[in-house]
């Protein structure tokens, strides 16, 4: 099976590329950036045609859509790139795969919640509320993949980290080794999520789809997925200087009053993941053994 992959050069992306050298499928990759020493196909996804030509000519049979703006605060004054990127993109990829009769992977994020003051795991059926552009965007997409009509699976993840780009865990790796004292707020709770572990459970589902091979997928709709626990982004913080060892760097708690933002971030938006385990029969990790598993991995990178 012939799988495009976009936004390829991102964190999960380029998890894709590692885990995809183990699948007897056949992934393409592309980005509209280039990256040297990767192999990386050029491919606007807001461009419809574009991606028609590419699903064509390549004989594309599922599509994962790793590619999305996701700059929460830049989002505020820059609505129009956002929602292009992040709704009429998806949109476009629904309808190139519901003209071929292949499965679109979406993923999108916990920030589709937010007003609603939960304190109990978001369920997938549970109403989107977002407190801001970037979670309105990613929800519009979400609703504009349904409206299509083509097979799909949306997955919607939080706090995604990895070995690679720009991240909360490779930040605080920074600050934690050079700063004294750093606050950092403990009034947002959620879950990490190892960009890898993403990876394993989308190619759980890529598997499922390439077994079950019909044009009508059983298993289509949407789905939580992070790594299992809860934690604050303080915890989180507490954590990977723990196990970077930077005990020089005293942490503090604080509110999140302390940051002003153009937008209010959830307060909780931990995501219930039954739906997904059930499913897909895949155990996921807890979230410190994930941390530890990629501090490992970036130790080894930089010797």
């Given at each position: 099976?012939?799988?495009?992959?976009?936004?390829?050069?991102?964190?999960?992306?380029?998890?894709?590329?590692?885990?995809?050298?183990?699948?007897?499928?056949?992934?393409?990759?592309?980005?509209?950036?280039?990256?040297?020493?990767?192999?990386?196909?050029?491919?606007?996804?807001?461009?419809?045609?574009?991606?028609?030509?590419?699903?064509?000519?390549?004989?594309?049979?599922?599509?994962?859509?790793?590619?999305?703006?996701?700059?929460?605060?830049?989002?505020?004054?820059?609505?129009?790139?956002?929602?292009?990127?992040?709704?009429?993109?998806?949109?476009?990829?629904?309808?190139?795969?519901?003209?071929?009769?292949?499965?679109?992977?979406?993923?999108?994020?916990?920030?589709?919640?937010?007003?609603?003051?939960?304190?109990?795991?978001?369920?997938?059926?549970?109403?989107?509320?977002?407190?801001?552009?970037?979670?309105?965007?990613?929800?519009?997409?979400?609703?504009?993949?349904?409206?299509?009509?083509?097979?799909?699976?949306?997955?919607?993840?939080?706090?995604?980290?990895?070995?690679?780009?720009?991240?909360?865990?490779?930040?605080?790796?920074?600050?934690?080794?050079?700063?004294?004292?750093?606050?950092?707020?403990?009034?947002?709770?959620?879950?990490p999520t190892y960009a890898w572990d993403l990876a394993e459970a989308i190619m759980a589902v890529v598997k499922d789809y390439a077994m079950e091979g019909s044009q009508n997928y059983t298993k289509q709709g949407i789905y939580h997925f992070s790594n299992e626990g809860v934690c604050s982004w303080y915890d989180f913080?507490?954590?990977?200087?723990?196990?970077?060892?930077?005990?020089?760097?005293?942490?503090?708690?604080?509110?999140?009053?302390?940051?002003?933002?153009?937008?209010?971030?959830?307060?909780?938006?931990?995501?219930?993941?039954?739906?997904?385990?059930?499913?897909?029969?895949?155990?996921?990790?807890?979230?410190?053994?994930?941390?530890?598993?990629?501090?490992?991995?970036?130790?080894?990178?930089?010797?």
């Amino acid at each position: 099976m012939n799988i495009l992959v976009t936004g390829a050069n991102g964190q999960l992306g380029n998890e894709m590329r590692i885990i995809s050298q183990q699948s007897e499928h056949n992934f393409i990759f592309t980005d509209v950036s280039q990256v040297v020493g990767l192999t990386t196909l050029h491919l606007d996804i807001t461009d419809l045609e574009a991606l028609r030509r590419m699903v064509h000519t390549m004989g594309i049979k599922a599509i994962i859509n790793c590619a999305a703006y996701t700059n929460v605060d830049a989002a505020e004054s820059n609505r129009e790139l956002a929602e292009l990127l992040n709704a009429t993109a998806p949109e476009n990829l629904a309808i190139a795969m519901k003209e071929v009769g292949g499965l679109l992977i979406h993923i999108s994020t916990d920030y589709v919640f937010g007003q609603e003051p939960y304190n109990t795991p978001c369920r997938e059926e549970m109403t989107g509320t977002p407190t801001g552009v970037y979670g309105l965007t990613k929800l519009m997409g979400e609703q504009k993949i349904i409206a299509s009509g083509c097979q799909h699976v949306i997955l919607r993840t939080s706090w995604l980290y990895s070995e690679f780009g720009k991240n909360f865990c490779k930040t605080m790796l920074s600050l934690t080794e050079t700063k004294p004292e750093l606050k950092v707020v403990f009034d947002q709770a959620g879950t990490p999520t190892y960009a890898w572990d993403l990876a394993e459970a989308i190619m759980a589902v890529v598997k499922d789809y390439a077994m079950e091979g019909s044009q009508n997928y059983t298993k289509q709709g949407i789905y939580h997925f992070s790594n299992e626990g809860v934690c604050s982004w303080y915890d989180f913080s507490k954590m990977i200087a723990e196990y970077a060892g930077h005990t020089n760097c005293n942490i503090l708690p604080c509110h999140s009053n302390e940051f002003p933002s153009p937008v209010t971030r959830p307060s909780y938006s931990v995501l219930d993941k039954t739906k997904i385990k059930s499913t897909f029969n895949i155990n996921i990790p807890y979230w410190t053994d994930s941390l530890k598993r990629c501090l490992s991995n970036l130790d080894q990178l930089c010797k």
